[in-house]
């Protein structure tokens, strides 16, 4: 005999990472569907980019995925640079690299940590944390914003690396190694982690590419795409990194391959690091008298690999100093939206742990 | 002495009411936005705000005394905050947590944003900030203990 | 069979396909059988007219395309059929631009409240005219546009 | 560009009992390091130079170009009208190569006034400036118990502790 309950989760709540609102329809513990409710953060981050300057947009994308700001400034740049035909000089191309690969360190460190709390493990979200803690710092160090940093701007950075930024990445990368393995046992050699996470939240190839997702959780279900790798922006065709995949599809695939990225990314940073030319750090084309006068005018979609997958910037511009359209492509809106699939038939625990390994954010869900 | 025992035993209870209070403020995690990561790293190892006695991030508003709204309160999140606060047991206290919830933040030009939570709750301590970093929050704390111990009013 | 009425590039070097709005969905499940997945789907509104974009993309070629497409009537017939992730797409850009897309089978507003007045997203949409949101004890949001209704 | 797949191994399984030993063996061992905690009241720890929080004016280098209230992304910078002259600051000059001298530059009078109860930081009326005279410092300590976060020009040149008075 079966017993139907409907349970509502969030909007505030620790187990959705964000504020969106999950109705479960339950068959006893069994998950037989899921209806997200969002739109509880959104903050028409559209429609205000709309109505300011091309300079002045950054700090809303900075704000879309916001513990992966790097990379979502530099997805909008990508785009107006590429709007506006705007060079961007060596260095600063190499310096916007280190910076993207730091931010995804930083992001995953959030999302490794909340699911550590998820499963019931307090210990790694501290650690995780100080590591964190170590980035931003260096974010400080570089731009004088910590979280949402603004350090790109068009054509280039804003403020130039120094020494004391130099020598504060090496000395981070070199404890970051070792201190990884080590978060990374705390997580693996737990038999509840291990229970918790193999076999749950399956999510079969065929049904990711349908439902347009993207990032690691495509990665996970076996398909090697990664907008680093194919189609590569700045200079990522210049460094070795791997793609890594998992065979296995489930909660446990997507966290080891999540792992591996951050073992990548270190790679990415020491190679970056040696190449690292010197030379000027911004296009003098945007210099300070004419910030406010860049214009651009034709359609330009442009995409960088974000934590959560693959980010799309599409923009219109009208040849005003203004755009005339702003559209985000955000992976995390995608990703969400196959949670109900990779639930069904999962028990309701299950679906805690699988909401917290898509890792998404709800101010990109939401814009 | 002059005036009476009473008055001078009510007010040191208070006082002791006061400092007791200020000691143990358990927040509630209220978190909407990108301050919540900020709000994160203040409870994580580095900054540790477990030192004032806010030991730990309740996840139940039944089980908390002090609401730290971080992040942006769209107006569809505005009346579940209410309700949240609502469900907080007397005394109560609310931090506001950076810009967005102050007056608007970046987006006061939008069609979507409550401009400044003190419009649907009442809002005891502002720390402005996109985001405040957590030493900064650390010292709106402090600056609400100073306040219920009618220290400070700034 | 589909017509394109030109091609162009645009200045990230993606390929462009301008057509008509009646050809889309064969165009669309042409590339669909040529292993093509969506991106994603834009609106612009041109004030006269309202411009659809539509991303698709190749993982095994690793080719992106753009696809155009132009309506007056605000009405672009569904995808939804073809791909799975036109579901949230669509809902979103009939959210915040009004398109309707006809085949949808379940479109709401997704971002916004249901009783939420006009697209934001519209040129003509005015910043001035603030709605308000409410809840009642059900969980259910009432919109107005009297201040002292909600917040 | 054929992409360099690495699939993943499983990493081994871990035994019940020993699996929780090791994790109780690794945390263990962070009893006897040093804590990472900073006592931050009395003791603020590194604060890196370019580390940027409150705002800051310079009158007499203000030139009332209006750059960057146009710039700020959200009006957090509005244009004031305050006579330098009769405000009875003392140091009423500008500095320049050719000598100190009064700020003439600034005809209309006009010098900014922050909002800093919608100011996100962004910096840019910083970067834009053309005579620095609008900057950012460290001070971070600005925690408020009213919502009147509004600077005027005048206020823009104290530090904290002597807004509050």
């Known amino acids: 005999m079966s017993h139907w309950i409907e349970l509502n989760i969030g909007p505030v709540h620790p187990a959705t990472h964000g504020i969106y609102r999950f109705r479960v329809k339950l068959n006893e513990e069994t998950v037989e569907d899921v209806d997200i409710t969002i739109g509880y953060l959104h903050r028409n981050a559209e429609k205000i980019c709309e109505l300011n300057y091309f300079v002045n947009n950054t700090i809303y994308f900075d704000r879309m995925d ?14 107006v640079e590429t709007l506006m035909d705007m060079e961007v000089p060596e260095r600063a191309q190499w310096i916007r690299m280190i910076m993207a690969e730091l931010s995804r360190i930083a992001a995953r460190m959030v999302g490794i940590g909340a699911l ?12 995780t944390f100080h ?3 170590k980035i931003q710092n260096i974010f400080v160090e570089a731009s004088g914003g910590r979280q949402e940093v603004n350090y790109m701007s068009i054509g280039g950075v804003y403020q130039d690396f120094n020494d004391t930024i130099i020598n504060e990445i090496k000395e981070f990368i070199a404890g970051f190694k070792g201190k990884l393995e080590e978060i990374v046992k705390m997580f693996t050699d737990s038999e509840i982690f291990w229970q918790r996470n193999v076999g749950t939240g399956v999510l079969e190839p065929d049904i990711a590419l349908d439902y347009g997702v993207t990032g690691p959780m495509l990665r996970a279900s076996g398909i090697p795409y990664d907008v680093r790798k194919d189609s590569p922006y700045l200079y990522y065709d210049k460094v070795n990194f791997d793609v890594p995949i998992a065979k296995s599809k489930d909660n446990m695939g997507r966290f080891l391959v999540k792992v591996e990225e951050l073992r990548q990314s270190v790679r990415i940073i020491e190679q970056c690091l040696a190449k690292l030319p010197e030379g000027p750090y911004f296009n003098p084309k945007a210099k300070k008298s004419a910030m406010l006068l860049l214009k651009g005018q034709g359609d330009v979609f442009t995409r960088v690999e974000s934590e959560s997958g693959e980010f799309g910037v599409f923009i219109r511009g009208d040849g005003n100093v203004k755009p005339y359209r702003v559209h985000a492509r955000s992976p995390s809106f995608k990703n969400l939206a196959v949670v109900p699939i990779m639930a069904k038939g999962s028990l309701i625990a299950d679906l805690i742990i699988t909401i917290a390994s ?6 990109e869900v939401d814009r | 002495m002059k005036t009476g025992d009473m008055g001078v035993k009510t007010t040191t209870l208070e006082k002791a009411l006061e400092w007791g209070r200020s000691n143990s403020l358990w927040p509630l995690t209220m978190g909407l936005a990108c301050c919540a990561i900020e709000m994160m790293a203040t409870q994580a190892a ?10 730990i991030f309740r996840n139940s508003p039944r089980q908390s005394d002090l609401m730290i709204v971080a992040g942006t309160t769209t107006k569809r999140m505005a009346p579940r905050v209410k309700r949240i606060y609502e469900e907080m047991p007397y005394p109560k206290y609310v931090i506001a947590m950076g810009v967005c919830v102050i007056q608007g933040g970046p987006y006061v030009d939008g069609y979507s944003v409550v401009l400044g939570v003190d419009r649907v709750i009442p809002v005891d301590v502002y720390v402005p900030g996109c985001p405040p970093s957590p030493q900064a929050l650390t010292y709106g704390l402090i600056t609400l203990q100073k306040k219920i111990r009618n220290e400070t009013d700034r | 069979m589909y017509k394109i009425l030109s091609e162009e590039t645009d200045k990230s070097g993606m390929k462009v396909l301008n057509i008509d709005k009646s050809d889309l969905v064969e165009l669309m499940e042409d590339y669909k059988n040529r292993r093509y997945y969506l991106s994603s789907i834009t609106g612009v509104d041109m004030k006269d007219h309202i411009d659809v974009i539509y991303h698709i993309h190749n993982f095994d070629k690793n080719d992106y395309l753009c696809v155009k497409v132009s309506t007056s009537d605000e009405k672009v017939p569904s995808i939804t059929k073809l791909w799975k992730a036109a579901i949230v797409d669509e809902r979103e850009q009939y959210d915040l631009m009004g398109i309707v897309f006809e085949g949808h089978e379940n479109l709401r507003r997704i971002l916004l409240p249901d009783e939420w007045v006009g697209h934001p997203l519209r040129k003509d949409y005015d910043l001035n005219k603030v709605q308000y949101i409410s809840m009642d004890r059900d969980g259910n949001e009432h919109v107005s546009f009297d201040d002292k209704e909600g917040w | 560009m054929v992409a360099t797949v690495k699939e993943i191994e499983m990493p081994k399984k871990p035994i019940p009992v020993v699996g929780s030993l090791k994790l109780m063996y690794s945390m263990g061992k962070y ?3 040093k804590p990472v905690t900073t006592q931050y009241p009395e003791d603020k720890g590194k604060i890196p130079d370019r580390f940027r929080f409150r705002i800051f004016l310079v009158p007499e280098a203000c030139v009332g170009c209006t750059l960057c209230s146009k710039i700020c992304p959200n009006h957090s910078i509005k244009m004031e009208n305050w006579d330098l002259d009769r405000s009875g600051l003392e140091n009423n000059v500008v500095q320049t190569a050719r000598g100190d001298r009064k700020n003439l530059q600034n005809k209309r009078n006009i010098y900014p006034d922050v909002n800093f109860g919608t100011c996100t930081v ?7 400036c053309p005579t620095d005279a609008i900057y950012l410092t460290h001070q971070f300590e600005d925690a408020r118990t009213r919502n009147s976060f509004t600077y005027s020009p005048q206020e823009l040149t104290m530090q904290e502790e002597d807004v509050i008075k």
């Open chain 1, 66 to 79: 916001y513990i992966d700001a790097m990379n979502m400034e530099l997805g909008y740049l990508r785009a």
């Open chain 1, 116 to 127: 550590g709390l998820d499963v019931g493990m307090l210990t790694p979200f501290f650690h």
């Open chain 1, 131 to 133: 590591e964190r803690e």
């Open chain 1, 358 to 363: 898509v890792d998404a954010v709800a101010g």
């Open chain 2, 46 to 55: 580095d900054v540790d705000v477990a030192r004032f006695g806010s030991e």
């Open chain 4, 31 to 33: 009893v006897f390091k």
């Open chain 4, 122 to 128: 962004c910096r840019q009326c910083e970067e834009i």
